[in-house]
């Protein structure tokens, strides 16, 4: 057989538009490890498969695979039960530009240094390899299409081509489905419920809330003339909101629908890994907040989902559909997904994750200081995690006899997220470099969430631990939700300690 090319995809669908960024690698490689195979052709795990990455934009898991109950979204739900589904995976910055340089280069905001969107790290920070660069400089062609760097000043205005792509990026226009309102026929607006805590905390730091700047800004917005920064929106407003999320939500089902149906029409998904996931959440009235811009799980937790043929699923015969299109209006039966994890994961572990999933050498873990590396990830793979049934983790658990042993290896999440000042400011959402002056580290874990806001110096990107600004500590088991903050009335030196034995690795 002739030399075949592996391929690597990149996708990125928009919500609101929900848009869906696809990136591909594929690359001319050896016909000992061929990437783009003839129909019918199976793969396995670590044999040299296509990858096919799907991001979108702004999602939150409201995904029926995930078990909400309103969303209509049967072609993911259906990619789901395929597919080893993660429900704690959460991003490490909730905006779009940092979050994604995180997980595309595999390293922290603090390392990438871009908090905002007006840098670029290889400027900035350190001429860092990206996981579509390392597939391509090991034999893989890799594409890109619509959304997956943030374009502008934080890729270089080329969405790091032509460093992680094999062409140039494809940006299609999404601008004519901006207004299509045939979605909102599967949402009765008397369907439509408020959030179930719409109201900010009593015990919210200042600094921690988010002023939702970006939605104050819409014409519409702007003439309920809603008080700054806590003034509610009017219920009905609100319910129209989140009407118009969900309508989104299986808008973009739709394109994924398509997206996974043609998969199967060239023969390709018995030979595809498909990724699934977004760059961060989306809060839809919670705590009073709205968009993205804080450390809640509303604003950080997303989907994250991984098919692997002869892994997550059954090896698949010649001819045999996996992903038939299926059309939300018509479409009512639930799937399972094939496998699922409680671990709590983050999205800076894709590019390992990834690698090994493939075959390629997994790349070193960043050494404490990295800035000089230009191949490393701060993010372990997760792949040991996909065939751990949750009665052997909870059994793990139980049966430890180790306290402090047990705390330092529980899985962990963490997140950040700059402010401008202690209190809610006009540019609070999305402050530039130069403005940030408090930094919130958050911790999650399966039990709790912890976050200290401390000084931040911008002119040398350093936080200073000794001075706590505002503090957050929210028990799941009891406040799944973080609306009732217990930071104040609890000791929590042992949280401390993990979190800053963590920033000091």
């Not at 700054?228 to 939500?249: E, H, K, T």
């Not at 899985?411 to 999305?430: C, E, I, L, M």
Request: hydrophobic share 35%; proline share 7%; charged share 20%.
């Amino acid at each position: 057989m002739a030399a075949a090319a592996r391929l690597c995809l990149y996708l990125y669908p928009c919500l609101l538009g929900l848009s869906r960024g696809v990136f591909a690698f594929t690359s001319e490689a050896a016909a000992a490890t061929p990437w783009l195979r003839t129909r019918g052709e199976a793969a396995g795990p670590g044999d040299g498969m296509n990858v096919l990455f799907i991001v979108v934009d702004d999602l939150r898991p409201v995904l029926g695979c995930y078990g909400d109950k309103l969303v209509k979204s049967p072609n993911i739900d259906q990619l789901a039960s395929h597919s080893v589904v993660f429900s704690n995976a959460y991003a490490q910055q909730a905006v779009c530009a940092p979050s994604r340089v995180s997980f595309l280069t595999g390293r922290r905001p603090d390392s990438t240094r871009l908090y905002d969107f007006y840098s670029y790290w290889r400027v900035h920070a350190g001429n860092y390899s990206t996981m579509p660069q390392y597939f391509k400089e090991n034999g893989y062609v890799t594409l890109s299409v619509g959304k997956v760097f943030h374009p502008g000043v934080s890729s270089n205005y080329s969405d790091d081509y032509p460093h992680s792509w094999s062409v140039p990026p494809f940006h299609p226009s999404t601008e004519k489905y901006e207004n299509d309102k045939e979605f909102l026929k599967l949402y009765p607006f008397e369907n439509i419920t408020l959030a179930p805590d719409p109201w900010v905390p009593e015990k919210l730091p200042s600094v921690a809330y988010n002023p939702w700047m970006d939605i104050r800004q819409r014409d519409d917005v702007k003439a309920l003339n809603v008080s700054f920064p806590y003034g509610p929106l009017p219920d009905n407003f609100q319910r129209r909101i989140r009407q118009s999320y969900y309508a989104a939500v299986s808008y973009l089902d739709t394109q994924v629908g398509q997206l996974l149906n043609a998969l199967d029409d060239v023969g390709l998904s018995n030979s595809t890994i498909v990724v699934f996931t977004a760059d961060h959440g989306w809060s839809l009235g919670e705590h009073g907040e709205w968009a993205k811009y804080s450390n809640f799980d509303v604003a950080t937790r997303v989907p994250l989902m991984f098919y692997v043929p002869g892994m997550t699923t059954p090896p698949v015969s010649r001819g045999e559909r996996v992903f038939p299109y299926l059309d939300p209006f018509n479409h009512i039966l639930g799937f399972v997904p094939q496998g699922q994890s409680k671990k709590v994961v983050e999205l800076v572990s894709l590019f390992s994750t990834l690698a090994e999933l493939t075959g390629l050498q997994v790349p070193a873990v960043c050494p404490k200081t990295s800035f000089h590396v230009a191949l490393c990830t701060e993010g372990s793979s997760i792949v040991r995690y996909f065939n751990a049934s949750e009665e052997k983790v909870k059994e793990e658990k139980d049966g430890c006899d180790d306290t402090f042993r047990c705390f330092n290896e529980e899985t962990v999440a963490f997140s950040q997220y700059p402010r401008p000042a202690d209190t809610p400011q006009w540019n609070s959402d999305k402050p530039k470099l130069k403005d940030i002056r408090i930094m919130g580290y958050s911790m999650r874990t399966s039990d709790y969430r912890y976050t200290l806001w401390v000084r931040f110096n911008p002119n040398n990107f350093s936080a200073d631990f000794e001075d706590v600004h505002a503090g957050e500590l929210y028990m799941v088991e009891t406040d799944p939700n973080q609306d009732y903050n217990i930071y104040n009335n609890t000791s929590h030196a042992c949280f401390l300690k993990k979190l800053l034995g963590f920033l000091k690795q």
